[in-house]
């Protein structure tokens, strides 16, 4: 992945910054946390920030785990950044560890997002400010700001990649006339992920009017997130799941399928794999369905590019960084984050103040001027298909 946008954006940032770090030498803030919103001010070279983030089997959390860090490291702060391997215990563990070693502010992007109820009470009880990255951490008072992308709207964007692969709306988003019917399977991601919740809503209420119509049909009846979940995200699990309903519903491979809502790259190559192996196609122009993603990891950006899937849904993680040092600056400066979104992300115990960016959909048209003309991926790396 290309790094220089980070150091030209890390630069500007880091302008403003010096002058924070200058202020705040002056305010003398003594030891303690900064306190979220508790008015006290402390230079970021005092500060260190523990980083938790779930998994390195994704590029997309590697990506963000190595922005979040150079783009805090930039602009002054020590860094403690940890990888969990999608295991609860151990992401628990580093969290505790964190707080032992005297973080400052944590950032988290949780496995299960109401797994980790100990360890934020622990960081709250020091005062410690709680930035829940891109996953929401459900459950708990003790979460104080939220950065992540518009989740309901990637759910209606996966959806309307799918209707547009179909024929069913147009390149706009207008409807075509097209009524099918054409047949389509549904996966959702990890239940205990908030997001793959807002996902499916997002999706599955742009789905519904076109199913209740008769252009799509569900032929499984498999239409509950729990029916078409994915714990972990697991594209192994994906596989297998593709494979059984293949088996249970379209002949082993002989029936038509259409189309495949997928919510998460890794899922679509394993739906892919079960595809190809059941023979149909090795193309979308050969009778390879339909099938959707999220994440333009690089491996599905060729597969786009090469005709075999076809679309994904691109969160450039940069920005998502660059809002995860945001605020933990202002946190620095004794200052609450920036929300732009205070009504949607309900935790279950209060609305959290969140900054929601926004998301495109790739398709094989837009690869060039979305993900290559913007330095996410080079025209290199999406002809081999990794990053280089
Ligand atoms: C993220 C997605 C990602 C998924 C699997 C979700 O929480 O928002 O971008 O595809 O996790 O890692």
Request: include cysteine; aromatic fraction near 6%; glycine fraction near 12%.
């Amino acid at each position: 992945m290309a790094k220089n946008i980070w150091t030209t954006r890390a630069a500007v940032s880091l302008a403003g910054l010096s002058l924070v770090g200058a202020l705040a030498a002056c305010g003398g803030s003594g030891a303690g946390g900064a306190g979220a919103g508790g008015g006290e001010e402390q230079a970021p070279e005092d500060m260190t920030i523990g980083v938790a983030m779930p998994t390195q089997t994704s590029e997309r959390w590697i990506a963000d785990g190595e922005a979040v860090k150079s783009g805090l490291e930039e602009a002054g702060f020590e860094v403690d950044l940890q990888f969990a391997n999608d295991d609860i215990p151990t992401q628990q563990q580093q969290i505790d560890q964190m707080i032992t070693k005297g973080a400052d502010i944590l950032v988290v992007a949780s496995i299960d997002g109401t797994a980790l109820g100990n360890q934020l009470k622990a960081a709250a009880d020091q005062e410690i400010p709680i930035i829940a990255y891109d996953r929401l951490i459900n459950d708990t008072e003790n979460v104080d700001h939220y950065v992540t992308f518009d989740n309901y709207n990637v759910g209606v964007q996966q959806a309307t990649s799918l209707l547009q692969g179909l024929g069913v709306l147009d390149g706009e988003g207008n409807e075509t006339g097209e009524a099918g019917p054409f047949n389509i399977e549904l996966f959702a991601g990890s239940l205990d992920d908030n997001n793959a919740h807002f996902f499916w809503k997002g999706a599955m209420e742009t789905l519904q009017p076109h199913i209740d119509a008769g252009t799509l049909v569900v032929e499984s009846g498999q239409t509950t997130i729990e029916q078409a979940a994915t714990l972990r995200w697991s594209q192994e699990t994906a596989q297998k799941r593709m494979e059984d309903l293949l088996t249970a519903h379209y002949g082993g491979g002989s029936g038509q399928l259409d189309g495949v809502l997928s919510p998460y790259d890794g899922i679509s190559r394993g739906i892919i794999t079960a595809l190809k192996n059941a023979g149909y196609g090795a193309t979308i122009e050969d009778g390879l369905p339909v099938v959707t993603g999220q994440d333009a990891e690089i491996a599905s950006v060729k597969l786009i590019n090469d005709g075999v899937q076809y679309a994904t849904i691109f969160k450039d993680t940069r920005k998502l960084a660059e809002q995860a040092v945001a605020a933990a600056t202002s946190y620095a400066e004794g200052e609450e984050p920036e929300a732009n979104d205070t009504e949607s992300y309900d935790n279950g115990v209060k609305v959290v103040p969140s900054y929601l960016l926004e998301s495109d959909i790739v398709v094989k048209d837009n690869i060039q001027s979305l993900l290559i003309d913007s330095d996410y991926w080079t025209a290199e790396e999406v002809e081999a298909g990794q990053a280089g």
